[in-house]
């Protein structure tokens, strides 16, 4: 109920701020910027936590940290790009196995900027894209090769794609030395929103569907520092 109450709270501020530009930014803005991002996402895995403890398995962290980049083009304030990452979690273990869930995403997207005074940019953002989820477990033992091709079945690597979909905010700041705001430089800013996880299919093991899979998917919040370089005119 809480997550839910949240995330109309988040999307009721992106509405809004779709529809108060005329209150906020009354310049046209073209140009560009892209960008190095890094930061954190979170995933939805308590199903897949509670078949781990079910199992006997160590459970898995619902925060990943994702590394990625992305690239925005401004048409007369109407920005179109996308973004794309992959996101690393902690590996976990017990006495008899290791498991690491690793996943990546590309996603389209187009918004419109809201505000552009002195360097700050800020702009919501609504997107469509793809995604894969990642799911290996292996046993811990010392072997050597010998071992592995007498019995090569010491673990699994599971597999699920789904579409991706995201709503957020992207805010940006560029260090103009020149004192001229039609020229570019070195960009610096922030993303948050939050993305939803639309699974497509059952999970793969070496390219066989497996039934009866755990519900789980890359949705959730995320937030992200951006580095990159860009600019704008305003018209």
Do not use: C
């Not at 006495?95 to 419109?112: D, T």
């Not at 979909?165 to 004192?179: A, E, I, K, M, R």
């Not at 960009?187 to 093991?205: M, N, V």
């Amino acid at each position: 109920m809480q997550k839910s109450i949240t995330f109309r709270i988040f999307l009721s501020i992106i509405f809004l701020s779709f529809f108060s530009n005329q209150l906020i930014s009354q310049t046209k803005t073209s140009g560009g910027e892209g960008y190095f991002m890094v930061g954190i996402q979170m995933m939805d895995i308590k199903d897949l936590n509670s078949i781990l403890q079910v199992h006997n398995y160590p459970t898995l962290d619902k925060y990943y940290t994702a590394i990625g980049g992305g690239g925005y083009g401004f048409v007369n304030n109407y920005v179109i790009g996308g973004e794309g990452f992959g996101l690393i979690g902690n590996e976990v273990s017990n006495q008899n196995y290791k498991l690491n869930l690793s996943a990546g995403y590309g996603m389209f997207n187009v918004g419109y900027v809201i505000y552009n005074q002195n360097g700050l940019k800020l702009f919501p953002i609504v997107g469509f894209g793809a995604g894969g989820i990642d799911l290996t477990i292996y046993e811990k033992s010392n072997l050597d090769f010998s071992d592995v091709m007498n019995n090569p079945k010491r673990g699994s690597s599971l597999s699920l794609g789904g579409l991706m979909f995201n709503l957020g905010v992207n805010g940006s700041f560029t260090l103009n030395l020149n004192d001229n705001e039609n020229t570019g430089g070195l960009l610096i800013g922030l993303s948050a929103g939050y993305t939803y996880f639309l699974k497509l299919g059952d999970w793969t093991l070496f390219e066989n569907e497996i039934s009866g899979g755990p519900k789980i998917g890359i949705s959730g919040f995320y937030l992200r520092f951006m580095i990159g370089g860009g600019g704008s005119t305003k018209n």
